[in-house]
């Protein structure tokens, strides 16, 4: 199957990154689904700057648009209206051939039940994203995703399929795919929501070697512990960011 999708992969032109971009900047996005009920509007008019090497935690009350707000800069949803740049691109401009391949090279995506692919093995799962954007020489492929396995701690797992790893060990695998093509962004979604303390404890403690290795990344979270621990916490409330001064974090 991958070997049918490579040439498609391989066809689609993505516009140059703009150079010294911020990691993120959302203008004035809003984001209208429409339900049984009519139109609701779930983003009402988000900017946010995110600068490269920053350590993001996305907080607020469930239903207020935290994974709304996360889809619209994965590419995984569209804004309604508003601009959406990312690492230099605007992605609110891509066609979705573009976008699938832009987030595979652009952005690694964490969400909270792992996701990895049950009948492959961890080494595979982490070798995917490789596969499917051919960044890598297939040769070092094997090896790269051994090192990854190793650099968050399961590499003694690398042969087992995912149920046979406990829920700290899937995420671990998860965040070493995510890291499989070097994506300069990682975003992820209450990556910790299915673990215990001391595990999600681990994750974040990951999170923060890898801004220090000069990776972006922006993460929800309910936990407000582990939102202390990033270098910015971002509040969201009823489709909008409020703003630093309301809520006590950050510097003025
Ligand atoms: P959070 O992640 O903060 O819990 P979400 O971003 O998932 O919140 O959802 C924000 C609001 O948008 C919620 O009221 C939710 O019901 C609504 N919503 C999310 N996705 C859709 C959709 N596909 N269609 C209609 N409404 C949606
Ligand atoms: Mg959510």
Redesign the pocket.
Known sequence: MIGKLLPWLAAVDLPRPKPEAAAVALTAVRKV???GAGE?V?LKGIDLQVDKGEFVAVV??????????INMITGIDRPTSGDVWVAGTPVHTLTENQIAVWRGRTVGVVFQFFQLLPTLTVLENVMLPMDFCNVYDPAERPERAMELLKLVGVENQADKVPANLSGGQQQRVAIARCLSNDPPLLVA?EPTGNLDSRTAEAVIELFRELTRGGKTILM?THDEDLARRSSRIVT?SE?LIVPAALTGEGTL
């Open positions: 689904y429409m339900t609701f779930a607020g009350k469930s239903g207020n648009g935290k994974s709304t707000l979604d929800v969201v489709g």
